[in-house]
């Protein structure tokens, strides 16, 4: 099955607001999928971190390692932060492709695996088996579907509670 055609990002939102959060990190909702240009373009953000080559990438007033720099801060800070669900450590959406759940698997493992030259960085000591996990729990269509429910249950906070109790019962395993 080939992989589903991504729209180009939109370059000239994405990359300010990449450079931005790395800045200023506090002032985004990322619970809330904020900043949205870079939520929406997750995938051009795993490629800077992980240095692979973007096409389409305009010549900008910062330089190519600022914008790594900024896509790793990222990386670490929102899809790697404590308590982050499965979709959110892939950067997969509930209806994802297969074709990219194997896509972000393999940029996230190089990125954070140490034994791959891209892992070079400050990446969380269990960032390598999260994502591991992640996959182990999205790779599963039985499993998926009783994580995504379980985020989709009402009463806020006590949902995540849920999710997050369903996630340990499954890693338990």
Known sequence: MAAPRRPPPHWASLLPALLDFERSPGRYPVGLREPRPVFECIASVMLLASGR???????????EAELRRAARYFVRTVM???GADPFTVLGLAPDFDPVQLREHYRLMIRLTHPDFSAAGGHWPADAATRVNRAKDLLSSPQQRARFAATL???????SAVRAGA????VLRR
């Open 152 to 158: 989709r249950l009402p009463g806020g906070r006590r």
């Open 80 to 82: 790697l932060r404590p």
């Open 166 to 169: 369903f996630l340990m019962e």
């Open 53 to 63: 080559p973007l096409p389409g990438l305009p010549a900008t007033p910062c330089n």
